[in-house]
């Protein structure tokens, strides 16, 4: 998927940012092709960046290739952690790692222009997706859905 918006950046010539929480599955695969094609656009025709949002340091290190810039949860702004726990209805029950989690999440979208999603849906709430879809929704960033059968925007009161 990362790959498929890259490349469409390049052959518009536009420049684009490639934002992802490095979790495992889509989010390392969407980064992984962006930074593939990247890698292969060597005219200079569209400036890409691809930056990862981790909660922590180190954070699934092994699919890091030193290419993208990281952005750390522990740099998150006031704004950005009171928005993470009003996005999440558990909040204060929830350990550390996961806020970082969430922080994360809300880091990710804080500049987006649009979110591509693919929310596992037999996680109650879609998980980690489904909070960052919230906080995409609360600042008023389009999000649409991707995966198998799904190619639509979000509803809203879907999760």
């Not at 998927?1 to 695969?29: K, L, T």
Request: aromatic fraction near 6%; include cysteine.
């Amino acid at each position: 998927m990362g790959a498929h918006y890259a490349e469409i950046a390049v052959a518009r010539g536009q420049n684009a940012v490639f934002i992802s929480g490095n979790a495992p599955g889509s989010d390392q695969e969407f980064i992984a092709g962006a930074t593939k094609v990247m890698a292969c656009n060597t005219q200079g025709v569209a400036k890409l960046r691809t930056i990862l949002c981790l909660p922590w340091p180190g954070f699934e290190k092994k699919h890091i290739n030193g290419r993208e810039e990281i952005v750390l949860a522990s740099s998150a702004t006031e704004d950005q952690k009171t928005l993470a726990a009003q996005c999440h209805d558990n909040w204060r029950n929830l350990g550390q790692g996961v806020q970082k989690l969430c922080i994360r999440n809300v880091q990710i979208i804080d500049t987006a222009q649009m979110v591509i999603a693919n929310p596992n849906e037999s996680k109650r709430g879609w998980g980690g997706t489904g909070h960052a879809i919230m906080a995409a929704r609360c600042l008023g960033v389009p999000v649409f859905l991707v995966g198998i059968g799904r190619q639509r925007p979000f509803i809203d009161g879907e999760i």
